[in-house]
């Protein structure tokens, strides 16, 4: 597609369940970034993918939290036990090889947990 | 480590008035700079860039340039108008890690006709 494809838009689940959310990057990025961001605030870093392999996950919260990137292309965010606290939009964005480019990023998935 | 701090709003305007939106930064090595928007119900969309000291990046009527010796990287536009009403993000990235984006807090900007 021609811009970074997150789904589902909109989640709502119920506290202590799992989510999964998706993000499909612009084709041919090697650079993959998850961030949260909750209202009124700047998107916070989470997990950082070149390739397959997660290069940073310095910003995941905890253990509830993983990410996986099998492929190189699609990622899944993977949130396990969820909390109320885990209730925001979170944001997915690629970057092409050239180190100087902008991250391109989703529209993001806001996720509710009741 | 790297961080950005920019200008805490929300700032309100009049169509057509001056706006600037601060940001400054700390940054280990030579950052890339970018000023990202945010539009009511819309996604992150980069509005520009500079990727070294002294550039300016300008976009639809927006511009910035890359001070090092200020570590800044200020947000101005010579007339706002009613549809750049936004949350606008400074943010950098270390082109040496790559590691992720850092961001500011954002401002919230409103303009008013």
């Known amino acids: 597609g021609a811009g970074v494809s997150q789904t589902p838009s909109n989640k709502v689940t119920e506290k202590g369940k799992y989510v999964e959310l998706r993000c499909d990057p612009i084709?041919?990025?090697?650079?993959l970034y998850w961030y949260r961001q909750s209202l009124g605030q700047g998107p916070e870093f989470l997990i950082y993918f070149q390739g397959t392999g997660a290069a940073d996950d310095s910003g995941l919260p905890n253990d509830r939290f993983f990410a996986v990137r099998p492929e190189g292309s699609v990622s899944t965010l993977k949130i396990q036990r969820t909390e109320r606290g885990d209730s925001a939009v979170y944001l997915c964005?690629?970057?092409?090889?050239?180190?100087?480019?902008?991250?391109?990023f989703g529209q993001g998935t806001r996720l509710t947990v009741v | 480590g790297d961080s950005v701090t920019q200008m805490e709003g929300p700032v309100t305007l009049s169509e057509e008035a001056f706006l600037t939106i601060n940001c400054t930064y700390t940054a280990t090595g030579y950052p890339s700079l970018f000023w990202y928007v945010q539009y009511p119900g819309e996604g992150l969309q980069l509005l520009l860039k500079a990727t070294k000291a002294d550039d300016k990046g300008s976009n639809k009527g927006f511009e910035a340039t890359y001070r090092k010796e200020t570590t800044s990287f200020h947000l101005e536009k010579g007339s706002v108008q009613v549809s750049d009403s936004a949350v606008y993000f400074c943010a950098l990235s270390d082109p040496v890690t790559r590691n992720q984006f850092y961001f500011g807090t954002g401002t919230s900007l409103t303009v008013i006709p």
């Open positions: 084709s041919g990025h090697t650079a």
């Open positions: 964005a690629s970057s092409s090889t050239d180190r100087r480019t902008e991250a391109f």
